[in-house]
Structure formats: C-alpha cells, structure tokens
C-alpha cells in the first residue's frame, strides 16, 4: 500500500471480503497509528461494528454473553475491555449509513462528511473505507457511472494523500463440475467485479479473497496443493505504483476465537501479524489455554451456504 493510492477489494458473497477489509483495517491502526473513517452497512449498527474491532484487537470476544444467552468463555476481562476501547475509539471513526435520506449516499457526501469530523474533532484521517461501494448512489453497472465514482474516490485519495479501501462485489462468472461432482465457479478476473472494467483500470491495488475448496480429507492429486477449511487465498490482481505488492496469490488462515488472521511459515509454525496483541504465539496459547491448531468452522466465520443462489441482485 502507498499513500495517495487506494485499494479495491472485492470476492464472491460469504467469501470473506468484509472480515479481510478488517484485518487490514487494524493493522494499519496496529502498525501505522491510522485514524480511520469507515463507511459500512455489512457489519450491522455502529455498537456492533465497534464490538467486532475491540474483540478483533484483544484477540477476545467483547460480549460476555453468547447470542444464545449462555455465559461466553472466551470473553475478555474488565482490563482488557478498557485497553480495547481506549485504543480502537482513539483510531476509528465509524459513520452510519443512511439511504432514507436524499443525497446522504452519494460519494460527494461521504467525503463532505470526512472534512467535516476533522474539523470537528481536529484529526486527520489516514484512511477512509467504503464497504460496500455499491450502495452508493449512481454506482451501477454502467461504465460512465462507475468510472465517475471511482475516479472521484482517486482523485480525493491523491490530494489528501490517504490510503482507502473500496470493497466490491464480482460479477457473475460461469459455473463448472469439479472432481467430486460438485457445482463451481470460476475464479473472476480483475474485469469482473461489480461494474465492469473500469474496477481494474482506476484501482491502483486490486485485490481478490477467495475462499478455495478444502480438500483436507481427501487424497491429494501429483502437484495439488492441501487447503485447509479456514483458508483464504488473496489474489493480488494489481500493483501500481511498482513495488507496493507483487502480483500472486497468498494464503492467510482464519482464526475463529480472535476473528483474525494468520500466516503459516514455511516450518508450520502460525505468525499473527506483527505489532498485533496476538503476535507471540505463546501470550495468544496462554489466553486461550489452546494452540493454532483448533481452526474456523466455515459456517461461524462467513455464513457459508449449500445454496448456489445469493441476494444480490444480478
């Protein structure tokens, strides 16, 4: 990432765009001291986007209570909330969505909006995260249109020398059987997110999470690769300027207790990111008094689902 560019970010539903958008959300804070405004209607109310980042930050969940009024083990305690709310309320800035009123989703808006809290509160944002772009006013699939949003999103992007997010849909790709029978899509290509190809061309860094297929109960084929069911393969369609990534594909794993990611080294060992709360291996096993090794299911992580069918409307 380089400041001055911004960065798109789009994949299947349910295959983890929103989750991904946070990681790299709080890394930036974590690593960078960022200031953050974010835009987003994926995440549910304003309470509920804060309580995602507090738990995401700890490495705990923030409610002591589960959704099925059952006492939360993995809740953090009374020191590590204050800890996680000085930090992420010290960082982020979340502004609600309102589409009831006229104009308050038009990108012109947005950005009125960004000026105006700096005013308000005498800061200077790092980053502004939009998730997800097509709820904005006039973003349809009509290359004028999309290319009027995203080159206002460049040009505020540049001459406030801000890094920020965009985070789309692809597009609908064509289907295929796999090996075992099962129904696929094919991998969409940088031309194929939501709006055409225009996502490519004004993007600076283009990005793709994919969720692949796990075969960890199979038997695996000469050359084919084991994948794991908390996988995500991110796919680095493009890189401009040169240097600020390399085009390719790079795995990351999820973690269902903490709601973050990890690597895995070349010697199997798991690596939180580095500055994060979970970076040491042995503080996150010592919290949870478990290892790396219990993993997501899918369900609890991205609300996978048996159906092809999704809500959005193409």
Known sequence: MSR????????????GKSQFTNEIILQLMEKHDFKVALFSSESGNIAKVF????????????SRVRSDLKKNEFAMNDAEKSIAEEFINNHLYVFEQNP???GYQKIENFYKLVGEAEERFR?????????PIYDIDGFEPKAEEV???????????ETSNRIDIVVNHVAETAKFIDKNGNRRKYRAGGDEFYGGKNNQRKAKLQLLVERPTPNEDQDLEPGEERVTSNQSN???LKAKPE????IGVYPIFYDWKSRRYYERKENGQSQFSKGSKLESKEIYEQNYQTNLTVIANP??????TTEDDDDFPF
């Open 4 to 15: 001055g560019t911004w960065v798109l970010i789009g994949g299947e539903p349910h295959h």
């Open 299 to 304: 369900n609890d992580a991205f609300y996978t």
């Open 51 to 62: 309580s995602i980042f507090y738990g995401m930050y700890i490495g705990k969940q923030y």
């Open 123 to 131: 800061i200077k944002f790092d980053c502004v995260v939009i998730d």
């Open 234 to 236: 991110i796919h680095v």
């Open 147 to 157: 290319k009027k949003i995203l080159s206002y999103i460049d040009y505020q992007c």
């Open 243 to 246: 240097g600020i990534a390399k």
């Open 100 to 102: 009831t009123v006229k």
